[in-house]
């Protein structure tokens, strides 16, 4: 079992800034992906950053230029940087862990905290 423990979220004005960060229970080695997702009302979760146990990193469209995804092998935590953020981030953001496990890849989740973008 893998525990996911988010923080860093919050209210903040368009053109702010916020750092989202993601504390595992267990070596980060051990997991292949580490991310983000985020779910805003009527939308589908979606993917907002990922980063390797290789540390290659994956962004959406979406947030390139602005998000960076970055991991602290040491203190076994993602972190997300959230940077010129709009209303269209707010959402609620989710922290993923992905391991391979007994022939498949298993999705661990925390417990998602809300991100909202005044305008």
């Known amino acids: 079992q893998v525990q996911l423990v988010e923080s860093g979220g919050g209210l903040v004005q368009a053109g702010g800034s916020l750092r989202l960060s993601c504390a595992a229970s267990?070596?980060?080695?051990?997991?292949?992906?580490m991310g983000w997702y985020r779910q805003a009302p009527g939308k589908q979760r979606e993917m907002v950053a990922e980063i390797t146990s290789g540390d290659s990193t994956n962004l959406a469209d979406s947030v390139k230029g602005r998000f960076t995804i970055s991991r602290d092998n040491a203190k076994n935590t993602v972190y997300l940087q959230m940077n010129s953020l709009k209303p269209e981030d707010t959402a609620v953001y989710y922290c993923?862990?992905?391991?391979?496990?007994?022939?498949?890849?298993?999705?661990?989740w925390g417990q998602g905290m809300q991100v909202t973008v005044s305008s």
């Open positions: 993923n862990a992905r391991r391979w496990e007994r022939f498949l890849y298993r999705d661990y």
């Open positions: 267990l070596s980060i080695f051990t997991l292949d992906y």
